[in-house]
T-cell receptor
């Protein structure tokens, strides 16, 4: 049973527009959420995170929104750039320490058209 | 090196063969994780080390999988009698123990293909 779900396998947007990537989770114990970006032949790299005590976290062009009651989070990228084209993984954990294990979704392939 | 290094980058094994995958974490990183990423899936947790101690091995799929980190630095993931379902990318990640989860750095992985 998938505890973290990314139901859309791909998304294509025009450069300069907003990209919205969605993620749902089922485990109520999760209290920390992260987004990772992955280029081909590379490992995932950390992008942005949010604690369950917050509903929004912003870092430059990237904003993550958390709706705890709906067990839903989303990543907004504004404006989208061609270099943002990659696979994006949503991940969740219980706790935010260095020893916390991550549960990942299947990923969304984002394509930003010039 | 500056990042987490994994070798080999690619490994092709015949079914039934034993394989060993190596991870060199970032120097000084105490925590080390192994994840398995099957095609079209997200990474899945296999095991966790703090220094040389294997504190969590709940994600290892069978007793054919074995991981070690004898000196608290380099780690090896061994798979005995490989099966086709073991084909995946195996990712290693490390972090400093005093850091937060955002300080987890992943290697590029070893892509294992079992024929």
């Amino acid at each position: 049973d998938q505890q973290v779900k990314q139901n859309s396998p791909s998304l294509s947007v025009q450069e300069g527009r907003i990209s919205i990537l969605n993620c749902d989770y089922t485990n109520s114990m999760f209290d920390y959420f992260l987004w990772y970006k992955k280029y081909p032949a590379e490992g995932p790299t950390f992008l942005i995170s949010i604690s369950s005590i917050k509903d929004k976290n912003e870092d430059g062009r990237f904003t993550v929104f958390l709706n705890k009651s709906a067990k839903h989070l989303s990543l907004h990228i504004v404006p989208s750039q061609p270099g943002d084209s990659a696979v994006y993984f949503c991940a969740a954990s219980v706790g935010s320490g260095a020893n916390s294990k991550l549960t990942f979704g299947k990923g969304i392939t984002l394509s930003v058209r010039p | 090196g500056a990042g987490v290094s994994q070798s080999p980058r690619y490994k092709v094994a015949k079914r039934g063969q034993d394989v060993a995958l190596r991870c060199d974490p970032i120097s000084g990183h105490v925590s080390l994780f192994w994840y398995q990423q099957a095609l079209g899936q997200g990474p899945e947790f296999l095991t966790y080390f703090q220094n040389e101690a294997q504190l969590d091995k709940s994600g290892l799929p069978s007793d054919r999988f074995f991981a070690e980190r004898p000196e608290g630095s380099v780690s090896t993931l061994k798979i005995q009698r490989t099966q086709q379902e073991d084909s995946a990318v195996y990712l290693c990640a490390s972090s400093p123990i005093q850091g937060a989860i955002e300080k987890l750095f992943f290697g590029s992985g070893t892509q294992l293909s079992v024929l």
